[in-house]
């Protein structure tokens, strides 16, 4: 089964003459790339051409009859305004009619969409900020959060590249949110160059396919790329990273021992995995716990977490079933020395042997560690933006992690190095708006911008309160930061818990991380598009 890609292409008037030239003279460039590729690695690839101009359509669906594809892109003629959101729904149902995962050397490989657009997207009533946020809901129906609920075979990354007068923040976004790729040519005559990486990319996977580590490292990729004379500068060789990973289907990896993935289910409803976990309200196992903080290590079923305590003991627990609650959430991160090593609930940041982009949400970002695997060679982590990933931690000689401890001087032991690390988040949404952790900040704040309050949903994505909402909660968070207030948020009743940084369902009991944030205006309009168009879909 040949692997899918679908080329979403800008026809619209703007492109008019030497842009439709070099766009076509790109996408043969991509056909004879792969054509090239099916024969030197037998990997057949369907490539499908889409466009959304004068209207959105599939001009040719997906086919490894390129000769079908060149005349298509022949045909495609500039005019109309740029109507993407309705070019991604024609992307999304060819999937889904015709698209499917390919498998080489028994790895999968996804389908990946590749946008190129010169403008900014409209709708019947042209350039307006509806069209912009419709075009964000489109993005996460391909995203790990919202293919299931549209019948994709898996999450589907999608490559952007614009020029022109696009929108740079916004298919930024729509980048990090389907763990694609985001470019900006400053020439038109760049295309070639960028969708010549793209068939190497592909080439690259069949090349190393029964090869993890290369597969993962970004070292290999370069050198790949280096061999072939293609100079690639860093931050595209991070985003054709960042891409392949997420073509390489997470939980492949994960069983791989590789840098990504999704080892078990993550149930709506439950604490996220690495959540730290005391007895509760419904508690009634005796000392099981030690009397000790413990570690949600696995989602075993709906209302049910597996927790690991820190003197080791591990048990299932009620976090729902049977309409218990036999745990809280609490704000106690795991402090270990380097002598003991790490251990479930310890926070990490990436480390000497690093290769994988950036899955952690990029440098500085801290994650949990939820699982050490048998033998303690390989850890399971969860980044603030609720990747999650297997990590070495001395397999192969190799450590992707070091410890993240305000306490404790830097020190090395068995390879683990601790490293002193301010645990507090890097509050710079939208960048981060996919990825950052619930910590407790300054009243005062950062200097400059906008306050911006917001939750975390069961997909790990930052939900923002209403304006009313934050001006109620700024109130009081400005009297006393270890408050807790009561606020209606749809059909329930929560009690926000400043102390934790946590909001609590009053009925269920459930609990979510909260946040706050002070953004710039341009960073709080692309917030609020995010979540509106969350509303959308």
């Not at 489109?138 to 952007?160: D, M, N, Q, T």
């Not at 009634?284 to 049910?304: A, E, F, L, M, S």
Request: hydrophobic share 35%.
């Amino acid at each position: 089964m040949p692997l899918d890609t679908v080329l979403l292409l800008d026809t619209s008037g703007s492109m008019a003459g030497r842009g439709m030239r070099e766009l076509q003279r790109a996408c043969k460039v991509f056909l004879d790339g792969v054509q090239e590729t099916a024969r030197q690695s037998n990997l057949k690839e369907n490539v499908a051409v889409v466009e959304f101009g004068a209207k959105a359509r599939v001009v040719q669906a997906l086919t490894n009859d390129y000769s079908k594809c060149r005349r298509a892109i022949d045909s495609l003629k500039p005019g109309g305004r740029t109507p993407m959101f309705d070019g991604l729904m024609e992307s999304l149902k060819e999937i889904i009619t015709n698209g499917g995962v390919v498998r080489v050397c028994g790895r999968p490989l996804t389908p990946r969409v590749i946008l190129m657009t010169d403008g900014l997207p409209t709708d019947e009533n042209g350039e307006t900020p509806e069209a912009r946020l419709k075009v964000i809901a489109a993005a996460k129906a391909f995203s790990p959060s919202g293919w299931r609920e549209c019948g994709l075979p898996h999450p589907v990354p999608i490559a952007c590249v614009g020029c022109g007068d696009c929108d740079p923040s916004m298919l930024d976004a729509m980048a990090k949110m389907t763990n694609g790729m985001f470019v900006i040519v400053e020439n038109i005559d760049e295309l070639s160059s960028f969708f010549r990486r793209q068939v190497l990319l592909i080439r690259f996977a069949a090349k190393f396919a029964a090869d993890v580590d290369q597969l993962r490292s970004r070292m290999a990729l370069l050198a790949f790329f280096r061999e072939l004379g293609e100079a690639v500068e860093d931050a595209e060789l991070d985003g054709l990273m960042q891409l392949l990973l997420a073509m390489l289907c997470l939980e492949a990896l994960a069983e791989a021992g590789g840098g990504s993935g999704g080892d078990d289910p993550c149930i709506d409803g439950l604490p996220q995995h690495g959540s730290r976990v005391r007895r509760g309200r419904d508690w009634k196992w005796g000392n099981q716990d030690g009397g000790t903080c413990g570690t949600v290590i696995k989602h075993d079923r709906r209302g049910v977490v597996q927790v690991q305590w820190d003197n080791g003991h591990e048990n299932h627990y009620r976090q729902g079933a049977e309409g218990a609650q036999d745990l809280k959430i609490v704000d106690e991160p795991r402090v270990v020395t380097a002598i003991a090593g790490v251990k479930p609930g310890c926070m990490v940041v990436r480390g000497r042997d690093w290769q994988w982009s950036n899955q952690d949400g990029g440098p500085g970002k801290v994650g949990v560690v939820y699982r050490v695997e048998p033998g303690g060679k390989s850890v399971r982590v969860r980044w603030p933006s609720g990747t999650r990933g297997l990590y070495r931690n001395g397999k192969d000689g190799k450590y992707d992690l070091e410890l993240a401890n305000q306490s404790l001087p830097p020190q090395r032991t068995a390879g683990l190095t601790t490293t002193s690390y301010n645990i507090q988040p890097q509050l710079s949404p939208p960048k981060a708006l996919i990825g950052s952790s619930s910590q407790r900040p300054s009243p005062q704040g950062n200097a400059g911008g906008k306050y911006c309050w917001q939750w975390q949903d069961s997909q790990s994505q930052w939900r923002m309160y209403t304006e009313e909402q934050v001006q109620q909660l700024e109130a009081i968070y400005g009297r006393n930061s270890n408050a807790v207030c009561k606020m209606r948020l749809g059909k329930f009743d929560y009690h926000i818990n400043f102390g934790t940084m946590q909001q609590v369902n009053t009925e269920t009991q459930a609990t979510r991380p909260i946040r706050r944030a002070r953004l710039s205006q341009e960073d709080y309009d692309l917030a609020l598009a995010i979540e509106k168009s969350l509303q959308i879909l």
